[in-house]
């Protein structure tokens, strides 16, 4: 396998905005969660300029509820890069969006896989290093969980780095932060159906966890927020100080 820094970079994202954002309804009712205005300006903007400064040069966004929200802000670029829109014509979940989005992408290159209402502080270049020196199929980046009553599943590895199983997320064990480097064939090669609902995180990652697929988890200690419910949603506006 090749080690030039050239050959392990990634440009493509996909990313995960087509959720119903219900739990956060009581502090943002009328736009997508990724669109949730944090000093005045949408979640979404946060994410997509801080992955084109670690070198991001295409996204794929898989849309759906409100979503035009989305399409009409942005339109079909940010800061000079260009965005394709995937519309859920009907809520596919997490598995489902990104199957369907990654129909835009090339079959033979890794790409990132992102939450569009989480925020992680993640280094491209050194997540996209670990996942071609462990010769991944699918690598997630890791934070550490802050006490034992975290709502994150937990995530343990074996010494190599390998996801071995998913539990009960404890004080000072790593849970999923919604940044992922994958290969295409993760969605590609299994049973899952374009158009049918399912989840990455509790269809797709069990799975391959039990047919061998190659999963890695990268401990990063870059910051990280989750907009999903209304009180971490209030702390964005400390997270993003201007």
């Known amino acids: 396998m090749a080690n030039s820094q050239q050959d392990q970079s990634i440009h493509s994202a996909l990313i995960l905005a087509g959720g119903l954002g219900t739990r956060l309804r009581s502090a943002v ?3 997508p969660k990724p669109m949730a205005p944090i000093h005045g300006r949408p979640f979404l903007e946060y994410l997509l300029a801080y992955w084109i400064g670690e070198g991001i040069r295409h996204f ?12 009409r802000h942005f339109g079909h670029s940010y800061l000079g890069i260009p965005l394709t829109y995937a519309v859920e014509d009907s809520p596919l979940g997490t598995g489902g969006g990104a199957l369907q989005a990654a129909s835009n992408l090339p079959d033979d290159t890794p790409f990132l896989v992102l939450n ?3 925020f992680f502080e993640v280094n491209l270049a050194q997540l996209s290093d670990f996942h071609h020196r462990k010769q991944a199929d699918w690598t997630l980046a890791l934070f550490q969980v802050a006490d034992s009553t975290s709502r994150y599943t937990g995530i343990s590895l074996d010494q190599e780095g390998r996801i071995v199983r998913m539990e009960n997320a404890e004080e000072d064990g790593y849970a999923n932060g919604g940044v992922y480097v994958m ?13 049918h609902p399912f989840s990455l995180e509790q269809d797709v990652l069990p799975e391959c966890l039990v047919v061998g697929t190659r999963v890695y988890g990268w401990p990063c200690k870059g910051r990280f927020i989750d907009i999903g419910i209304p009180d971490d949603y209030r702390r964005g506006n400390q997270f993003f100080e201007l």
């Open 29 to 31: 009712r009328d736009v």
């Open 60 to 71: 794929v966004l898989s849309v759906g509820y409100l979503n035009e929200h989305i399409t």
């Open 116 to 118: 569009g209402d989480t």
């Open 183 to 195: 290969e295409k064939k993760v969605l590609s090669s299994g049973h899952w159906m374009p158009g």
